[in-house]
């Protein structure tokens, strides 16, 4: 039987795209997102063993009872990758204890809670696969964005603990932190006027192009594999060579 993989933030942008994927490698997979219509359209999309699950991922019971469905519709869970994430940009003296709070909750202990929750099923199974994406503004700084490159940056931190407390296990761990992705949420801070348009930005990347949510998805496929099993604790960067 396939097997079953969750992506959070799977209804858009690069959690769509690995949802996509991991379809398209036979995986029973479930969308896990905050937009719960959102994710059942994409899901509907798919087609396939896939199902939408409305989940806040910065809620500790939200996340207990979406696996819950999860281990009820499609099996006990063996991959995970989590891309549910937000981002702001404010600058240091504006960020308040409550953008500071929300921040750190969806994109640092929110992919904690997920972790915890799959390895529950990957223990017993003694089997399982872990990618987090990250972000490249982790490993260079970016202005106007304190609070989300601290959460970021535990999230690489986090991974390497994962990858050395479960490596026995039979888990691995890793994390890719992309650098500019074409997704609707670059489109947003463009919108917003927080982020040069992809015209600027594009020609500072070394291979001409922003990246894609598909680039990022061939490299969680590898890592999720079979063929990824001797790779645990890296920090996979696929970014067009924008941070090396």
Not at 77 to 103: K, Y
Not at 110 to 122: E, K, N, S
Request: aromatic share 6%; hydrophobic share 45%; with cysteine.
């Amino acid at each position: 039987m396939s097997r079953v993989a969750v992506v959070t933030g799977g209804a858009s942008g690069i959690g769509l795209g690995v949802a996509r994927r991991f379809v398209a490698d036979g995986y029973r997979v479930a969308i896990l997102d905050r937009n719960g219509g959102a994710a059942s359209e994409a899901a509907a999309e798919l087609g396939g063993d896939t199902i939408a699950v409305e989940v806040d991922v910065a809620d500790w019971a939200s996340v207990a009872t979406a696996f819950g469905r999860v281990r009820a519709e499609l099996g006990p869970v063996e991959i995970l990758v989590t891309s549910a994430g937000i981002e702001s940009f404010d600058a240091l003296a504006d960020i308040t204890p409550e953008i500071w709070e929300r921040i750190i909750s969806v994109n640092l202990t929110g992919t904690f809670t997920c972790v915890q929750a799959a390895v529950a099923d990957m223990l017993p199974a003694g089997w399982g696969r872990i990618v987090t994406i990250s972000s490249s503004s982790a490993q260079s700084g970016a202005p106007n964005m304190a609070h989300y490159t601290a959460s970021k940056g535990g999230v690489i931190s986090l991974t390497k603990a994962l990858a050395v407390e479960l490596a026995r296990s039979g888990i691995t761990a890793n994390t890719i932190p992309p650098s500019l992705v074409d997704t609707p949420m670059v489109d947003q801070a463009v919108a917003a006027g927080d982020f040069p348009g992809l015209d600027v930005i594009v020609p500072m990347i070394p291979l001409g192009r922003a990246g894609t949510p598909d680039d990022i998805a061939a490299a969680c496929s590898f890592l999720c594999s079979d063929s990824g099993s001797y790779i645990t604790g890296q920090v996979i960067g696929v970014n067009g060579g924008m941070y090396i």
